[in-house]
T-cell receptor
């Protein structure tokens, strides 16, 4: 399949371990954040979102943490499975900015 | 099935030719977007449309054109003026502009 990023940061984890993917955002006025998963050759898939009035949100096997003080967002994946192998993007939206700004992405690889 | 379709998955053109990429959604979303993805970079916004018969330039609109004559459809034309058209093109839609966006499977365009 096609590579969506040749020089992406990479995180390797053992199958069954928890994964933590980090994202630093630049705009302190950003008030809405999304995590996407993109498998090779496919379009990004929505995972979870969070608004700036929250610092934590949980989904199925995923948790997003938001630290506005240091402008940091993280995605935690519990009990990582082979199907979690993908590139993960964070995106931020600033009210009034009329766009989503996407990060470069992190490639997650799972070791059996 | 509800979703976003893009066609074709792979497209090859000679330099100097215009080419139109198709994007259709049956999610009843008002907003639609076109992004370009290059290796090692995040998604970059080409054009977006908040409503039928209206569209706005994104960050890299030069060399591209769009139309939004129907709510379901948002085709992108890559013109011969686009200096580096070879890329992976992604279409997305959302209920309201720049909230949770759903992506299509993408079209990989190669211009030689």
């Amino acid at each position: 399949g096609e590579s969506v990023g040749l020089h992406l940061p990479t995180l390797s984890v053992q199958e069954g371990d928890n994964s933590i993917i980090n994202c630093a955002y630049s705009n302190s006025a950003s008030d809405y954040f999304i995590w996407y998963k993109q498998e090779s050759g496919k379009g990004p898939q929505f995972i979870i979102d969070i608004r700036s009035n929250m610092d934590k949100r949980q989904g199925q096997r995923v948790t997003v943490l938001l630290n506005k003080t240091v402008k940091h967002l993280s995605l935690q994946i519990a009990a990582t499975q082979p199907g979690d192998s993908a590139v993960y993007f964070c995106a931020e939206n600033t009210r009034g900015a009329q766009k989503l700004v996407f990060g470069q992405g992190t490639r997650l690889t799972i070791n059996p | 099935d509800g979703g976003i379709t893009q066609s074709p998955k792979y497209l090859f053109r000679k330099e100097g030719q215009n080419v139109t990429l198709s994007c259709e959604q049956n999610l009843n979303h008002d907003a639609m977007y076109w992004y370009r993805q290059d290796p090692g970079q995040g998604l970059r916004l080409i054009y977006y449309s908040q409503i039928v018969n209206d569209f706005q330039k994104g960050d890299i609109a030069e060399g591209y054109s769009v139309s939004r004559e129907k709510k379901e459809s948002f085709p992108l034309t890559v013109t011969s003026a686009q200096k580096n058209p070879t890329a992976f093109y992604l279409c997305a839609s959302s209920i309201r502009v720049f909230l949770e966006q759903y992506f299509g499977p993408g079209t990989r365009l190669t211009v030689t």
